[in-house]
């Protein structure tokens, strides 16, 4: 097994948490025979400053060359009064669009048995694990016009998705929901806008192809309640660009940390993972931050791109082993048992990964 992955650790904890994951991956090629090779490259404020732009040529070029591309984070303060175009994540919305991927997943899963991780009540918690669908190339985030007018006394944004958009990424949804518990919930503001109304209609009329899963749809406004009150009536959630930005932040409530969320871009050229957080600047360069959704994003880039599904779910294993053992980063909620650093954490699943592998061993040995 032979791949090239394009490592952008970028911004803030960006780099941290990503060498965790690295870390990780390592783990898995060394231990498996596979050949896994790295090449690193710069975006957002980082290449901001190092080549004058959030995405530079050679990155591009990079990814293009790559099997996969592994991100860690991007913005900073210090270009916050750059224009929307010229700042560190245009680097990433660049990136999105020129890889193609349009559909964003993002699991959030209650980890059990430790439902301490959550702020959620455990009996509401219960075995929650929804699968996110986030369109990712459309609706506000790409719309145009876009811009401010006169003496910016005014601004505009534009909110547009086509039938073609909707429909390959609700595809992808029904597809994953079909290997998962079978449920599709569609997620939008058709009681007031069009393009929800659109995406709707292409979603009830997609939905006719899978009558062996069950879709419901839902007001973005509801469906963020239900996600804290009812997280474990959901299975997939599919939702376009804004919406699956918020909703899936929200939804961190259900691991138990932002930091904990991973996330994996497919459907395009190049399949592109990134924690769903941020780069955190006040925490940068502490030790203070979580790597668990970096190393849970190369889990799934072993599954989705690697197809490696048995090493994939090894390292979400040895995540899950990590924290039934009471080690936390600072920012998991609960009673921490051990608080550990962004290193430390990153080489505690690697020990339970490194464990489980002598396990299965042992076993076949005998
Ligand atoms: C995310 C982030 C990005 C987004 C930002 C950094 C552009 O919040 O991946 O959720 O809004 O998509
Ligand atoms: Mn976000």
Known sequence: ?????????????????TREALRVLKFVAESQGYDFRFTERAIGGTAIKQFGSPL????????????????????????????????????????????????????????????????????????????FIRELLGGLYFGQPRGFEGNRDAAFNTMRYTVEEIERVGRVAFELARKRRKKVTSVDKANVLETSQ???????????????????????????????T?????????????????????????????????????????????????????????????PLGAIASAAMLLRHTAKLENDARDVEDAIQEVLRAGYRTPDIKGKSKYVLSTEQMGKMVEQKLAEALDRRRAYHAV
């Open 1 to 17: 097994m032979k791949l090239n992955i394009c490592v952008l650790p970028g911004d803030g904890i960006g780099p941290e948490v």
């Open 56 to 131: 530079p040529q050679p990155t591009i070029e990079t990814c293009h060359k790559s099997d996969a591309v592994l991100l860690g984070a991007v913005g900073s303060p210090e270009f916050d009064n750059l224009a929307a175009d010229k700042r560190p994540e245009a680097g990433l919305l660049g990136l999105r669009k020129a890889l193609g991927g349009f559909a964003n997943l993002r699991p959030a899963i209650a980890y059990q048995p430790i439902a301490d991780c959550s702020p959620i009540k455990a009996e509401v918690l219960g075995k929650s694990d929804i699968l």
């Open 198 to 228: 659109l995406w709707r209609e292409v979603i009830t009329c997609l939905g006719k192809e899978y009558p062996d899963v069950k879709l419901d749809h839902m007001y973005v406004d509801a469906c963020s309640m239900k996600i804290i």
């Open 230 to 290: 009812s997280p474990t009536s959901f299975d997939v959630v599919l939702t376009e660009n804004l919406f699956g930005d918020i909703l899936t932040d929200e939804a961190a409530a259900i691991s138990g940390s932002l930091g904990m969320l991973a996330s994996a871009t497919i459907g395009g050229k190049i399949d592109l993972f990134e924690p769903v957080h941020g780069s955190a600047p006040d925490i940068a360069g502490k030790g203070l931050a979580n």
